[in-house]
């Protein structure tokens, strides 16, 4: 007897170019129009064929966006996949496999399915993707119907057999999956939604990209990097459609520079990238500090140093947007929990960057860029795209000296003045001096601005009970596994903070923290954000649970470690 | 004549007495000043080296970048108002060295920007190291030897990736030079012009009297538009080929490739329309 209530979790393994990411977005999109709340999260190498990938859907009765070790469906579309995936082979999980992947081993919920078999019986071996989506359908017991819909959109173009056979396929998975489960006494309960809200199913690299359109981005030029690709690809394909410059550089240095140009000319300018592609643009970003042109920079992090693990998951590019370029400026750091905030922190990256002339980072990574999740379009912010860009007139001044710092941004070409930009230290006309009266006015100049930018720093979000004596901290892509695990939890004295702004820290933040006892967690080796917590607030940091191999944190771990938070 | 608009009053200038940038810095104010090229709408970038100061120097938009990387910022400038006219001004070690992959995917692109530069055959502002242009047996504080490497062939180069504009002059003749920078900026697509100047203080080599005696004028029959014989003239090393050495008009600008309309990107506008159309895709 297997039950499962309200919360499943059915894994796909295959190679690359065996389709494990064209199943899991079939079937989380045919269940999100049953009304079922899906998240789907990816991990996969650097290969193009071959290799080992798979493809965690989960389906939930409450809305959860973290992965979770535990696998209760495997569907293993090759011996490799079950080789890979093995250490996550519980006693519990049910392997659905042809016999001659299985490879002799002992796997006790081994149910013998022919994938191929059905595939190949419905006309073409490569249909095997579609009997996988019809097997899931049929083993939770949700209706295929939605699901042959599905497939006479995708396949239309390809004509009416095409369509018959995959709705064949699919008939067969799922038939196999609804004898089954009756045979094996599977049972899944997981309510939809009563009354599912108007949802959108997308990925973070998609929240990024439907952000920085909203925002009025209208030039990007980048060098393709994973994870940071994905934007530029996004926004290449909805170019025509909002009149955005989309140029691949020749290389990351050329890509933030064309950047700064356009900005300079007015354009709302973006890069996106990863941490070696960013190494690349470094004095780049110095140039924008000393000129003090607007610049939002996508930087969706992998594992290094160097080339790392190229396809995987960390958080350890914090200290380099941090420091990154040479001298000493102003600068932004933002880190989306959700896909909603990643949709109004981009609006709110270019604003900052525009109003503050500042550049403004989005740290994202593999795992969040990947996954898939539902949006509820009541939580899409849209913000009014504001310019702060003034009309010149005779006597303009590019770096007029103002009280906060700000001097009002002429763009060439509006208006009759003159705009002079200069990476040399320069005076209020933008020629160069090296006048140290003026040194020191220009340096006070570009770091004023952080005065109110703090004042204007985003306060974290807390989850979990209120006055809890325990506070965990996370940033970015752990708001969704850490409220799982809270929530999992259950304690009173446990509660998490999620920052979503890590640069520069609202001073608020420290008095919030003072009695507490604060346990960091973030995906890399050494407690970044911990560090700087401790530094710009002097907070306290008592433990930090840290994760650095290349994987994104399990809903399990997180529990088993503040399982050991000591009950006072 | 009338007053010059890109002059600019009482400013002090940084380089050497004598050196060839002033020479170019009035002859491209000139050339400029006779195309009517509007003041409002003339962007020059440049990068880091002593003929990239020239901005500062023009009473015109500027953007001082960063060392190697003029190009980059001009066709950012360029494809967010193509209404502009941009220049892009800088050394040879700039442009050859530094910028060199820049160069190169510049040319496959071609947006309309001019490019100039300021050949003295070494590096100035770090004080007389080798450039890209170096002669071979030309001593330096660091070629302690003399240069051992083949110079860069600029105009060899840009015709072998068929360059739509290049040309040559020597700063020595202004007249010649500003006629040149005329045509290249009146030109529809991406102009390289390299031009010859001496660097009095370290390219004791190089002179004025070097470059009269080391060049020739293309004669007036010369066919521009004929590239197998460009490139002949470009691969010269006897005497250095001065004037339009090669020329194609009418190549895609990558303004209109990319579908760039004349409306400056700072009026950008998000379709409402366009907005609900993409949400309802993942629906």
Known sequence: MYHFENDISIVFGGAAGQGVQTIA????????RNGYYVFACTEFMSRIRGGSNSTEVRITGKKRRAYVHRMDFLVALNADAIAHLEERIEESTLVFAERDHVDGKDIAGFIDTPIAGFAKEAGNPIFSNTVAVGLALGLLGVSLDAFSAYLSEQFAAKGEQIVSQNIAAARLGYDFGLKTATKNQIEVTIMPAEAPPEELLIDGTTAVGIGAVAAGSSFISSYPMSPGTGLLTFLAHNADDFNIVVDQAEDEIAAINAALGASYAGARALVTTSGGGFALMEEGVSLAGVTEVPLV??????????????????????????????????????????????????????QLADRYQTTVFVLTDQFFLDS?????????????????????????????LTGDGLSPRGVPGYGDGIVKVDSHEHDENGHLTENFELRRKMVDKRLKRLDVLTKESIMPERFGPRGAENVVICWGSNQGVLEEAIDTLRREDIAGLHFSQLFPLNPAVGELLDTKNVIVMENNATGQFADLLNRELGVHVSRRILKAIGEPFSVEEVVEALEKVRHD | MTENPFDTQGKKMGWCPGCGNYRLLDVLKDALHELDIEQRSLVIVSGIGQGAKTPQYVNAHMFNGLHGRALPVAMGVKLSNRNLVVIA????????????NHLLHAIRRNYDITVIVHDNMVYGLTKGQASPTSQLGMKTSLQVNGVMLEPFNPIAVLVALDAPFVARASVGDSEQTKEIIKQAVSFKGLAVVDIFQPCVIFNKMNTYQWFKENTYYLPDDYDSNDRTQAFEKAIETEKLPLGVIYRRDGRELYEDLLGITHIPLYEHEVSGEAFEKMLAEYR
Do not use: W
């Open chain 1, 25 to 32: 977005n079939a079937l989380v999109k045919v269940l999100k």
């Open chain 2, 89 to 100: 001004e800088s050394g040879d070690g700039c442009m050859y060295g530094e910028g060199g």
């Open chain 1, 372 to 400: 898939v999740a539902s949006v509820q379009e009541s939580d899409i912010v849209r913000q009014p795209v504001k310019r702060h860009i003034v009309k010149t007139g005779a006597g303009y001044k590019r770096y007029h």
């Open chain 1, 297 to 350: 920079v996508h930087l969706g992090q992998r594992p290094g140093p160097a080339t790392g693990l190229p396809t995987r998951t960390e958080q350890a590019d914090l200290n380099l947007t941090l420091y990154a370029g040479h001298g000493e400026f102003s600068r932004v750091i933002l880190a989306p929990g959700t896909f909603a905030q990643a949709i109004e922190l981009m609006q709110r990256a270019f």
